[in-house]
C-alpha cells in the first residue's frame, strides 16, 4: 500500500510505508521519528483476505502462528511496524469450578514459549517489522475460565468462593511472570498485556484483586528494559492512575464510546496512546474520507510529545470496511510530527 507522500530530498514514497520497528519504539519512548506509526493487536479475516487477494483457513486468528507468514505478509503492505507474538495461557472456556479444576490446569512449557517467540524472530528478519511479547493479564485469564458460565460465574465466586478466584487468579499471574523470566534475554522489542477489567467490577474489587497482581507483571516487564503497551477495552479511568503509577508507556485501545481520548491525553500526557479511531460508527459504517479525516485529527492533537500511534479503538474486526481500513493506514503514512 503506497502513498503520494514525497520529500524534499526525494526519497522513496516506499521508505515512508515499510514497516520499521525503531519508529515504534520511538513513540512509545516520546522521540522523533519519520511518520506516524500504525500498529493493529489484529486484522480480522474479512480485511486479512482483502489485503492478501487469498482465502484463509477456518478459525483464522491474526494470533495462530500457523498463519505466520500472512500476518507478516500484511504487516508489509500495511506498513505496521510490528505483530504480536501470543505467549498465553487459557484454561478451557468457563471449565474452572472447583480447586481440582485449577489443579489440574498444565500450563504451556517455557521451552514452548521461548521457541515460539525466537521462531517469530526468525521469521520477521530483515523486514524491519518488529515483535511483541502478547501477555494476557491475569483477570480477564481467570473470568473467561470460570464456570459454567464464563464472566458470570466469576462474579458470584468473587463473594462466595473467593479462595479459588485468589488461586485461579495467582496461578495466571504466575504464568505470565514465569514467560517473562524465561524470554528476557531473547531480543524481541516490546511487551503488549492485555487485560479488558473495567466496566463491570467495582473499583475497590480492581484494586484488592487485579493491582497488586498485575503491578508485578508491569514491574517484571519493565525491569526488562523493554517499552509495556497496555490493553484495557471499556472505560478507562479506573486503570488509568494505576497505569500511571506503574510507568506504563502505551495505553490501547482507548475505545471511543467510553473514553474521551483528548481529555485522558490532556490530564495524562506520558502516555503514547495507541488506538480510538471508532471502530462502530466509522470504520464500520462511515466513509473513507470520514475515517482519513478523522485520523488526522487524532495525529493533530495527539502529536504534540511524538506519543500517538494510529489504531482502531479495539482491533480491525469484520464489520471494518477494508476500504476504510486503507484509509486510516494511509493518513497514519502522510503523518508527520
Keep these: 500500500m503506497k502513498t503520494n507522500r514525497t520529500t524534499e530530498n526525494t526519497e522513496s514514497t516506499e521508505s515512508h510505508v515499510a514497516p520499521d520497528i525503531s519508529r515504534l519504539i520511538h513513540a512509545f519512548r516520546k522521540e522523533p521519528h519519520d511518520r506516524t506509526p500504525n500498529f493493529e493487536i ?11 487477494g487469498h482465502a484463509l483457513p477456518d478459525g483464522y486468528s491474526f494470533w495462530n502462528e500457523d498463519v505466520l507468514a500472512d500476518v507478516i505478509s500484511m504487516a508489509k503492505l500495511v506498513g505496521q511496524d510490528a505483530i504480536p507474538c501470543a505467549l ?8 474452572v469450578r472447583t480447586m481440582d479444576d485449577i489443579a489440574a490446569i498444565v500450563p504451556p512449557s517455557m521451552n514452548d514459549m521461548r521457541g515460539k517467540m525466537e521462531r517469530y524472530l526468525a521469521a520477521v528478519k530483515g523486514t524491519g517489522i518488529g515483535v511483541c511479547a502478547n501477555l494476557a493479564g491475569p483477570l480477564t485469564a481467570a473470568y473467561m475460565s470460570a464456570g459454567p458460565t464464563a464472566i458470570e460465574s466469576f462474579m458470584l465466586m468473587i463473594y462466595e468462593q473467593p479462595e479459588l478466584v485468589a488461586r485461579l487468579l495467582d496461578l495466571y499471574t504466575k504464568f505470565a511472570l514465569d514467560v517473562i523470566e524465561a524470554t528476557k534475554d531473547i531480543p524481541f522489542h516490546f511487551f503488549y498485556i492485555g487485560d479488558d477489567v473495567t466496566g463491570f467490577m467495582s473499583p475497590d474489587h480492581l484494586a484488592q484483586l487485579w493491582a497488586p497482581r498485575e503491578a508485578k507483571i508491569i514491574e517484571a516487564a519493565r525491569a526488562t528494559g523493554r517499552p509495556v503497551m497496555c490493553h484495557c477495552c471499556g472505560p478507562m479511568k479506573d486503570v488509568l492512575p494505576f497505569f500511571a503509577d506503574w510507568k506504563v508507556n502505551a495505553i490501547n485501545p482507548v475505545q471511543t464510546v467510553v473514553n474521551d481520548v483528548y481529555a485522558i491525553h490532556e490530564k495524562y500526557p506520558d502516555f503514547t496512546i495507541v488506538g480510538n479511531i471508532c471502530v462502530q460508527e466509522l470504520l464500520s459504517f462511515g466513509t473513507p474520507e470520514a475515517v482519513a479525516a478523522d485520523t488526522k485529527e487524532h495525529i493533530r492533537r495527539l502529536s504534540d510529545r511524538r506519543g500517538y500511534v494510529v489504531a482502531s479503538s479495539h482491533s480491525i ?4 470496511k477494508p476500504e476504510n481500513y486503507r484509509a486510516l493506514v494511509e493518513a497514519a503514512h502522510a503523518g508527520t510530527y
Design 88 to 95: 498465553r495461557m487459557h484454561a478451557k472456556h468457563a471449565s
Design 42 to 52: 489484529a486484522i480480522n479475516k474479512t480485511n486479512a483476505q482483502a489485503l492478501l
Design 317 to 320: 474486526i469484520d464489520t471494518v
